[in-house]
């Protein structure tokens, strides 16, 4: 995800009036487990699992995901975050850069180590 103009330090950039979702559904680990293949992939690609092993899913499905979600790791991000859900921008960013946040700083580490199926 790139900034189309140049943001503020201190500044949320997904914020909006509105909160979406309001309503969660807990998957358990072994309930995504049995998932199709596709929804098991999109839905562990998107989210992480909280401290219970359970994953909280929008109840609208994934089309209601914060875009936050869409934010890339770095060891040097731009953002900041202690929720996993509001992204602050550390420092003045311009247009055209890279928006990006540390996954360790609110537990998506496993994100960084999870292997990619390989094209045939």
């Not at 731009?78 to 537990?107: I, P, Q, W």
Request: charged share 30%.
């Amino acid at each position: 995800m790139f900034a189309i103009r140049d943001i503020p330090k201190g500044t949320d950039p997904f914020a909006v009036r509105v909160r979406y979702p309001r309503a969660w559904v807990r998957i358990t680990s072994g309930e995504l487990a049995a998932a199709p293949p596709g929804v098991r992939d999109l839905l562990a690609s998107i989210f992480v699992a909280g401290d219970d092993g359970a994953f909280r899913i929008p109840v609208l499905g994934p089309n209601l995901i914060d875009i936050g979600a869409y934010l890339n790791h770095s060891d040097k991000p731009n953002m900041r975050t202690n929720d996993g859900y509001r992204f602050v921008t550390r420092r003045k960013l311009r247009a055209g850069e890279e928006l990006t946040v540390n996954y360790r700083s609110y537990g998506a580490e496993g994100l960084l180590t999870r292997r990619r199926p390989r094209s045939r």
